[in-house]
């Protein structure tokens, strides 16, 4: 069980109820990188930009996740704080220009996450599950935001993966609790395509077994990783669809996408982060209305 755990608190992201009895919600993704690995949710023009936000208001969904530097862990990606703060700058003002959804911060950067929590972002949605950037806490600490805490350690590991994943967000979940955030706050991501043999970026997990394998695990056990915690899973357009589909082009993902995202919502997904609002929604109301007829039979 994880510590500081509140039994029965109904917790919240941002201003969304989540987990529990709460619907599955949906997040949107904005990214700001043209590094991204899906060129598609890359958006460098502002009016772009705002006509997206909306339409994902419109389909449906609860937050916005953006980002300024692809986590990919694939690809080489990293650039300066400075050039990471400028694009979430701009995606975060395009998205209050039309909306009022709920702001998530994409960053593992502590300077990035303060500037974007000024700006009027409400969530961390941090990939290293506050590893990376020691400064993190003193965020946390002085904005006491909603947090997503991803598995990660920058240490090799091995064994049990499933085991893994629930100790390495057990670890982020005891740093969130030290800076003050209550529990309720907390949502945890067992951090799919993070967990590599080898990666061209710094933002993954070292492991010598099999990635696909150990992400479609998870995928399977998503209840024994969460505890009591809601759990947010992204596997949009994601690597492993490409192995399982023998499709490159991510673009062409979109099918198993969805089959990926309703596989997860069935196993027990709280949260869904996506780059396909609509047909995501699409998802989380059929399987809504199935399980509500179910009762009713």
Request: proline residues 3%; aromatic residues 6%.
């Amino acid at each position: 069980m994880y510590p500081g755990l509140i039994i029965n608190h109904m917790h919240k992201l941002a201003r969304v109820r989540v987990g529990d009895s709460s619907p599955i919600r949906v997040m949107g993704i904005i990214n700001t990188s043209p590094e991204s690995f899906y060129k598609k949710s890359v958006f460098t023009d502002k009016k772009i930009m705002e006509k997206t936000v909306k339409l994902m208001e419109e389909d449906g969904a609860d937050f916005i996740d953006v980002g300024g530097m692809s986590t990919a862990p694939y690809l080489k990606t990293l650039i300066s704080e400075d050039q990471e703060i400028k694009r979430i700058t701009i995606g975060i003002n395009a998205i209050q220009k039309v909306s009022k959804l709920p702001i998530s911060i994409d960053t593992c950067r502590a300077k990035v996450a303060e500037v974007a929590l000024q700006l009027g972002a409400e969530i961390v949605n941090d990939v290293s599950g506050l590893k990376y950037d020691q400064n993190m806490i003193k965020v946390l600490e002085k904005y006491s935001p909603s947090i997503i805490v991803c598995a990660f350690s920058d240490k090799p590991i091995s064994g049990n993966q499933v085991i893994q994943a629930r100790n390495l967000i057990d670890q982020s979940v005891t740093l969130v609790l030290k800076s003050g955030v209550s529990a309720n706050k907390i949502v945890v991501d067992p951090a799919i395509g993070f967990f590599r043999k080898k990666a061209q970026g710094v933002l993954f997990t070292k492991i010598n077994s099999d990635w696909l394998q150990r992400d479609v695990l998870i995928l399977k056990n998503l209840n024994q990783i969460k505890g009591k915690y809601p759990i947010l899973i992204s596997v949009s357009r994601k690597s492993f669809i490409g192995e399982l589909l023998d499709e490159v082009d991510p673009e062409k993902r979109l099918y198993g996408s969805l089959a990926a995202e309703t596989f997860a919502a069935l196993n027990g997904a709280d949260i869904i982060r996506t780059h396909n609002v609509k047909a995501t929604c699409d998802i989380v109301t059929i399987i809504k209305n199935l399980k509500n007829l179910k009762k009713g039979l």
